[in-house]
């Protein structure tokens, strides 16, 4: 196993000389042409959809890879939008890659600029978080009916698809397949759901040979010369909730390889989730940086 990668200089926001097109809380969305992106994961990280004051260490570098690793694996599945993650072959010049080539590296995309579609595809396989405060009010996540008896953080009979709202200001909110089918259409709604548990069943299925297990993430789609394709990120630690397998113990909360460690620290800080977000503790931001780079390197068998 080689050796890890040099440590990147932390980057919280870039300026390029490329049209800014949005800068999220995460990615930072430059146009290339007419009809290519170049996308940009910086370390910086939200939690209950407020941007934190805190950069975690090499997080975008880590999420970019782990995204790219997913895209190989899931490519004969569904098609995606990326183009190339090649800083040198993104055709945007020598000076370019001489000026930002190196804070770009590992961390940026060229990407086919699709339409994307306003739906978060939300697939749950075990019952936690908000599923499992749903389920014990109402035997339900989402409005799926789940069986009596189910414990937390116990793995679901089936995964399920609990598709969200993509709010551009404050929370996405849960919707039901039906509202999927008046935003997108009644086909392309099927082909969304029916393709979200499949990627999430194949990586569920391969990561539990590294020892993770992933208890529920998001996907995005969009339309790129009129195909769906996969766009955005893809089972990272930012958009999925990843355990250790080997400490795994159904009726309990599990050790986090994810953002949900700085969740337990903000939910517990008594910060009141509002704008701005507090300061993260160097141990927190440490433990986060730590927790990505081990999933990274528990499902490529590489460190970076």
């Not at 430059?30 to 805190?54: H, M, W």
């Not at 994307?116 to 939300?122: A, K, R, S």
């Not at 789609?221 to 397998?245: A, H, M, Q």
Request: aromatic share 8%; hydrophobic share 40%.
């Amino acid at each position: 196993m080689s050796a890890p990668m040099k440590t990147a200089e932390t980057v919280w926001e870039t300026s390029l000389p490329l049209p800014l097109l949005n800068r999220g809380k995460v990615r930072d969305i430059y146009a290339v042409g007419e009809d290519k992106l170049l996308i940009v994961t910086t370390d910086r990280l939200s939690a209950f959809d407020v941007v934190l004051p805190t950069p975690i260490p090499d997080k975008g570098r880590v999420l970019n890879q782990i995204s790219l690793f997913w895209f190989e694996k899931f490519k004969k599945l569904v098609p995606n939008h990326l183009v190339t993650a090649d800083i040198k072959k993104m055709g945007l010049g020598e000076e370019f890659v001489r000026e930002h080539g190196q804070a770009l590296a590992g961390r940026s995309v060229l990407v086919h600029r699709a339409k994307p579609l306003p739906v978060e595809c939300v697939v749950r396989g075990f019952l936690a978080g908000s599923g499992w405060k749903d389920y014990q009010k109402t035997g339900k996540v989402c409005g799926h009916l789940l069986p009596k008896g189910l414990s937390q953080c116990q793995e679901l009979p089936e995964p399920i698809f609990t598709p969200a709202t993509k709010a551009t200001v404050g929370h996405d909110m849960n919707i039901g397949f039906e509202e999927v089918v008046g935003l997108v259409g009644e086909e392309i709604a099927s082909k969304i759901r029916s393709l979200s548990i499949k990627i999430f069943k194949e990586g569920v299925k391969y990561a539990k040979t590294c020892g993770i297990l992933i208890a529920d993430t998001k996907f995005e789609f969009g339309i790129f010369n009129d195909r769906l394709i996969l766009i955005d990120e893809v089972l990272t630690p930012d958009s999925s909730r990843f355990w250790p397998k080997d400490t795994y113990k159904a009726g309990q909360d599990q050790p986090s390889l994810d953002k949900q460690i700085v969740r337990n620290y903000l939910l517990q800080s008594g910060w009141n989730q509002t704008p701005p977000g507090p300061v993260l503790p160097d141990a927190i931001a440490s433990q986060t940086a730590t927790a990505y780079k081990d999933v990274y390197k528990r499902l490529t068998g590489k460190w970076l």
